[in-house]
């Protein structure tokens, strides 16, 4: 029995040494292959301002859905990097000692550096916070810290059980259950891209002493840090309904969002927001691809960051993947290539590393700045969900320097998560994006997400009356495709004639100031059912 024992111990001890070999080996032919890939950039791109406001998405493009049996997922990219242009694991980039220089007690007193520099950003986020410097006309507001208790237990749904029967078709028109929804609508969520305003800030004064080049880093920052709150997150925000508003007033930001759903199908939200010195707008759609264990989302739109003294930005985000709808443990990716476009001195360009089977330093990101004479003046690294750094030169392949991280300089760090997470893991910002302070209700038009009785329902943990709700409004969003055919238009949003992407009017905030909503309707409230009915015959 002991021998018998002896001898499956050993074989157990060579299969796990040979398992280990096959590791090794299959990490290092990704290192291999990450290190010669040819996907990444090329074109030349210099905008002018006439480019610049005509560079937007042309016509809108419908949503829809490819299925696995019509195209093979593994497409060829289009663009290729430059060569020289490497990966490399940034986390063993900070981590990993200058021993062969000699330098260890280099290292470390640079990591101590790092450290530093790290809390000297978070007082200056702390101070940014602090201030209410903006133009607002609305006093400060204490922001809730959690959300409301839930009333009833949530109920286990399979997601694969709703969706198997859906497989080829647009998932953005599949009616799934409210349990799949986190308590934010899409309008709110594109607002939740500019929890690190500050970074914007940031760049406007950059501009104005004329430090160009800060001025495009924290505006790279600034795109990637609109990654960072999907981190754990595997519910989906509500569609919002056809004319759906939101606003929101953040005097501790300075800054003024306001979003609007200008189409039903094909499906698009426009935004604007107003900042301290500068202008962000945009409008967005989705394409979706259902493979069967997974679903990408490929944004269609452009988004449009303009300073006052006239320096524009542009970019476009890049494609999402959610992995493991059958089995294992739901997540997301955010994975392409991402060009940031300026029309005077500097562009960037960043990618987006996708994720693989054996990654052991996955979300990460990295990029270069250049001139327009195509010279690379800083390498960013980093990570989507935690932080971004920035290295002057053009920081081609692994720096060979004595201490590897000696050059770094933190541009961006994620805040830390609210002591009280649930299901839902919404961010400390994203908890006050639904909230109704005090003498909001009010104010607010009806058309305003936070009116929403479906999503209300979800947030109070009333799950049985929510999906109830949830059932109601989507019986009323039938027509609404019935009110687009017949010449319905945005109320705060007009399509732009020369690139078709939508621009906002004016107007919002002065009916806010005044409480008066003419020309808004009560879209969450009730409707004729016989109407409806007639209708959809």
């Not at 111990?9 to 032919?29: A, H, M, P, W, Y």
């Not at 291999?32 to 074109?43: Q, R, V």
């Not at 290292?107 to 007082?123: G, R, S, W, Y």
């Not at 979003?259 to 967005?284: M, N, Y």
Request: proline share 4%; hydrophobic share 30%.
């Amino acid at each position: 029995m002991l021998s018998e024992f002896s001898e499956i111990q050993g074989q157990l001890k060579v299969l796990c040494e040979e398992r280990s070999n096959f590791l090794d080996t299959i990490r290092q032919l990704e290192a291999y292959n990450i290190e010669t890939e040819t996907s990444g950039f090329h074109g030349d791109y210099q905008l002018t301002k006439h480019e610049c406001s005509s560079l937007g998405r042309g016509n809108s493009e419908c949503s829809t859905t490819e299925s696995s049996d019509d195209i093979e997922k593994q497409e060829l990219e289009e663009v290729s990097y430059e060569e020289g242009t490497l990966f490399f694991d940034t986390k063993e980039y900070f981590t990993e000692p200058a021993v062969s220089c000699g330098s260890v007690r280099g290292a470390m007193d640079h990591a101590d550096d790092l450290e530093e520099t790290e809390k000297q950003l978070d007082n200056v986020e702390k101070i940014h916070s602090d201030k209410e410097d903006c133009d607002s006309r609305y006093p400060q507001i204490e922001r809730r810290k959690k959300l409301p208790d839930p009333v009833e237990e949530v109920k286990g749904v399979s997601l694969w059980s709703m969706i198997k029967d859906n497989v080829g078709k647009d998932l953005t028109r599949v009616c799934l259950p409210v349990y799949f929804n986190e308590p934010i609508s899409s309008l709110q969520k594109c607002f939740e891209d500019l929890e690190y305003s500050y970074l914007l800030d940031r760049a406007y004064k950059y501009g104005k002493e004329g430090n160009s080049l800060q001025r495009i880093l924290n505006v790279a920052a600034f795109a990637v840090s609109g990654y960072a709150s999907s981190e754990g997150r595997h519910c989906k925000p509500f569609n919002p309904l056809l004319g759906e508003t939101y606003e929101a007033d953040y005097p501790d930001k300075g800054v003024r969002f306001f979003s609007e759903k200008v189409s039903h199908h094909p499906t698009l939200i426009a935004c604007h927001c107003e900042g301290k010195g500068w202008k962000f707008w945009g409008d967005s759609n989705l394409r979706t691809k259902f493979w069967g264990r997974s679903i990408q989302l490929d944004p269609v739109g452009v988004l449009t960051l303009e300073f006052d003294d006239g320096e524009i930005f542009q970019w476009s985000k890049v494609t999402t993947s959610i992995y493991n709808l059958i089995l294992g443990k739901v997540y997301c990716d955010h994975h392409g290539l991402m060009h940031i476009h300026g029309n005077r001195q500097y562009s960037c360009k960043l990618k987006f590393k996708e994720q693989s089977i054996l990654d052991r330093n996955p979300h990460q990101v990295h990029g270069f700045v250049e001139d327009l004479s195509g010279k690379k003046v800083a390498t960013l690294i980093g990570k989507w969900d935690d932080s971004m750094y920035y290295i002057n030169g053009d920081g081609s392949g692994r720096p060979k320097d004595c201490s590897p991280s000696s050059s770094a300089t933190l541009l961006w760090k994620r805040n830390k998560p609210p002591p009280n997470l649930t299901r839902y893991n919404l961010t400390s910002f994203a908890i006050t994006l639904n909230e109704l302070t005090p003498g909001l209700q009010e104010n607010l038009p009806p058309t305003d997400s936070r009116l929403r009785p479906d999503q209300r329902h979800l947030e109070n943990g009333e799950y049985d009356r929510a999906n109830s709700e949830k059932q109601r409004l989507e019986r009323r969003q039938r027509m609404s495709r019935k009110l687009q055919e017949n010449g319905w238009k945005p109320r705060w949003f007009q399509r732009d004639s020369e690139n078709g992407s939508f621009r906002y009017v004016g107007g919002y905030w002065e009916s806010r100031e005044q409480a008066k909503w003419d020309g808004c309707p009560n879209i969450f409230g009730e409707f004729n059912e016989v109407v409806d009915s007639s209708e959809q015959g």
